[in-house]
């Protein structure tokens, strides 16, 4: 079946294809993703607003709604007990057992994850009560150990506040707590950062960052801020509209960025050492992804664009070891 | 008024909070926000003149619904007419120009009308409560899972409710007035344990279960036409609900559609359906009332308030004025209680005009 995953390896997605049936049309939004994820490892997925970063990892656990449907790929992943399984494939009561068990989302909003009408205690013991069988007291206890994990004061008290009484950074917290309840072996973050002001950013990246230590889980970290990306990964994926462009190590990738997407990308990041008169920016505006062009999908905004790029996909080069791009630059002809 | 209203309730949600704490002593740490919304709630409902008079009624109609076969003074079964003449269609006998007789005057069996009426508003108060307490849960049910799930069942659901919603209500209670009794009758012989506790909610006599079978009849008509509107209702609101982020992320934890269903998306759509079960019961009472003025319902001598009014149109004017006007009266208050109740709650449930009171509230404490 060729269910076999290297030992290291947490979850291998290969050639991810995910649609929206939309009235419009067919809208492609993930196309042909493959992404590897090993123990132990930050990685993360860049790109701009629509680039499918959301979707492909939602489609790992089948949380695609229709009008989207994961139309091919596969997405193997190692279990606890070492069991390789294929979650596109598997049933959906086998994959109601892993979600929030041993794969774990941290939402964009957090305002908006937690339901208004329970407490945050509540909704960390519905996630343990999901999936293992532990008493009423055991699993308060746990609620009030996993808050202080995640470093909110009073944690005793906290356990029994609503979500309208807490704030941003602290809702995150609650919502963070909810995903390690059952310590996860993969943390899906999907951009947990955006709706927070600066210095509290900076705590709950700290936070998972030392999570992810403790617990020795996996992390996949959407973001669009490159920032966070050099500060917190440890391999990174550059998407750009539904496919993985380019990816490496994080040194690698801000040292030597080899797609010229990255490279724009990279040179878009105000650099607080210069005065400058205007912000760079990419020119043109992303393809739709209802008829994407027929070649490189970058290539009507790519300044080295040449004939072929225009008229066929780029295959993917491994450049150096680990650094690996899709792009006609590198291809040896 | 007000005040001591508020009171009232206020003790009772402390009485509830205590009763609550004997069993787990933090109870009330842990629900403080809640307890609270409660008061809160109560002194909502305490400023509203309409709610007050609505809950006035709607208390009184209960209570009479609960004691009223027991304390009535007269069996419905006694035919007095047959003893002595004179009590055929007497008048009522109001103080202060009339002392002695029958308050609210006989009928044609020269019963007394507001002995009558307390067996009536029984029948009336109890069919209208199965018929909303079945009818909503079955629609609320369903409106929840079209909803939710989306796609083909939602298509399927929803037209059997299209195609419920487009029957006639009135043309389907007759059609069961005329087939159903019968073998609403022989379940009832095979199940005496359930006939004898339908028979007492109803406040009826043994002997009277042919009529519990028309009776009955009615009530499952109108169960059948009532569904629909909770399940439209339920799946607008739950198609918004389900969009919030909270539903995906309880999905992202592993939970059972059913449970995120109960758990998540039935408690953020509930207000607005209480709020419409309470109008209901009244369109309930007052159309059960209908099926039985038209015929379909009870027959002698169950005191059902629609059938005697209808009786007593054979008399009317000169003879039967009063039963007619008593007992529409008494239709009437039960209605007007439950609306009433109804649009008062529909302000006490939504947050924000609740929010609103209070600062109003506060506003002319302020002033003074």
Redesign the interface.
């Known amino acids: 079946m060729g269910m076999s995953l290297d030992e290291k390896t947490v979850l291998k997605v290969k050639d991810l294809d995910v649609r929206f049936y939309t009235y419009a049309g067919v809208v492609h939004a993930v196309s042909k993703v493959s992404f590897d994820v090993y123990e132990k490892e930050v990685v993360s997925l860049v790109g701009e607003t629509g680039c499918g970063k959301t979707v492909t990892t939602r489609a790992i656990?089948r949380?695609i709604e229709?009008p989207g449907r994961i139309v091919g790929g596969s997405a193997l992943f190692r279990r606890r007990n070492g069991e390789v399984i294929d979650l596109l494939k598997i049933p959906d009561e086998e994959l109601?057992?892993?979600?929030?068990?041993e794969i774990?989302?941290v939402?964009?909003?957090p305002s908006?994850?937690?339901?208004?009408?329970y407490?945050i205690g509540y909704h960390i013991i519905?996630?343990i009560k999901?999936?293992r069988p532990v008493d009423k007291k055991t699993m308060k206890e746990e609620a009030v150990k996993l808050l202080k994990q995640v470093l909110i004061p009073h944690a005793e008290l906290r356990v029994?506040n609503?979500p309208h009484?807490l704030s941003g950074g602290m809702r995150q917290r609650a919502?963070i707590a909810?995903?390690i309840a059952n310590k996860p072996r993969l943390l899906i973050a999907d951009e947990p950062t955006t709706n927070l002001d600066v210095t509290v950013q900076a705590q709950i990246l700290e936070l998972l960052k030392d999570l992810q230590k403790q617990y020795g889980m996996s992390i996949i970290l959407i973001t669009h801020n490159l920032g966070v990306v050099a500060e917190t990964s440890d391999r990174v994926y550059v998407m750009y509209a539904g496919k993985v462009v380019e990816h490496s190590n994080v040194f690698e990738l801000f040292e030597r960025p080899l797609h010229p997407y990255t490279q724009m990308l990279l040179k878009a990041v105000p650099n607080p050492l210069k005065k400058i008169e205007r912000l760079e920016s990419i020119p043109g505006t992303v393809p739709s992804l209802i008829n994407p062009p027929p070649g490189c999908r970058f290539a009507p905004r790519c300044p080295l664009a040449k004939d072929v790029c225009k008229e066929k996909e780029p295959p993917i080069i491994e450049v150096e070891p680990g650094h690996h791009v899709a792009c006609w630059l590198y291809a040896r002809r | 008024m007000s005040e001591t209203i508020y009171n009232l309730l206020a003790k009772a949600i402390d009485l509830y909070v205590k009763i609550r704490v004997k069993f787990d002593p933090e109870w009330d740490i842990k629900n403080s926000s809640r307890i609270r919304e409660w008061k809160l709630m109560a002194y909502a409902f305490s400023r509203s003149p309409i709610g007050i008079v609505g809950g006035f009624l709607v208390l009184i109609t209960a209570i009479t619904a609960i004691i009223g076969p027991s304390i009535a003074w007269q069996g419905y079964w006694e035919y007095k007419v047959v003893e002595n003449p004179d009590l055929w269609l007497k008048p009522p006998c109001l103080p202060p120009s009339c002392s002695g007789g029958p308050l609210l005057g006989t009928d044609e069996w020269g019963r007394d009308v507001l002995a009558m009426i307390f067996y009536g508003v029984r029948i009336s108060f109890v069919i209208s409560l199965l018929i909303v307490l079945i009818g909503a849960p079955l629609g609320i049910l369903l409106g929840l899972i079209a909803g939710y799930k989306g796609g083909v069942v939602d298509e399927v659901i929803m037209r059997i409710t299209d195609m419920f919603v487009a029957f006639p209500g009135l043309v389907l209670a007759i059609a069961f007035a005329t087939v159903l009794p019968q073998r609403i009758r022989g379940f009832l012989e095979a199940n005496t344990q359930i006939r004898d506790f339908l028979l007492w909610l109803f406040g009826l006599r043994p002997q009277e279960y042919g009529q519990l079978a028309a009776l009955l009849s009615v009530l499952l008509a109108l169960v059948i036409v009532w569904w629909p509107i909770y399940a439209r209702t339920v799946r607008g609101t739950v198609l918004s609900v389900r969009e919030q982020v909270f539903i995906e992320a309880a999905r992202s934890i592993g939970l059972s559609t059913w449970r995120i269903l109960i758990r998540h998306i039935l408690p953020n759509v509930l207000s607005p359906i209480i709020v419409m079960m309470t109008f209901d019961l009244a369109t309930a009472a007052l159309l059960s009332a209908s099926l039985s003025f038209l015929g379909l319902g009870p027959q002698d001598p169950v005191p059902e308030l629609g059938f005697m009014i209808s009786k007593a149109g054979q008399y009317f004017p000169e003879r039967s004025w009063h039963i007619v006007v008593f007992d529409g009266t008494v239709l009437l208050l039960i209605a007007f209680g439950w609306n009433l109740l109804g649009d008062s709650l529909r302000d006490v449930l939504d947050p924000r005009t609740r929010r609103a009171i209070e600062v109003r509230a506060k506003a002319k404490k302020k002033k003074r």
Request: proline share 3%; aromatic share 10%; glycine share 4%.
């Open positions: 656990t949380l229709s109601r057992k892993i979600r929030g068990n774990a989302y939402f964009q909003d908006s994850a937690l339901d208004p009408l407490t519905e996630t999901a999936h029994k609503y009484e919502v909810t995903a």
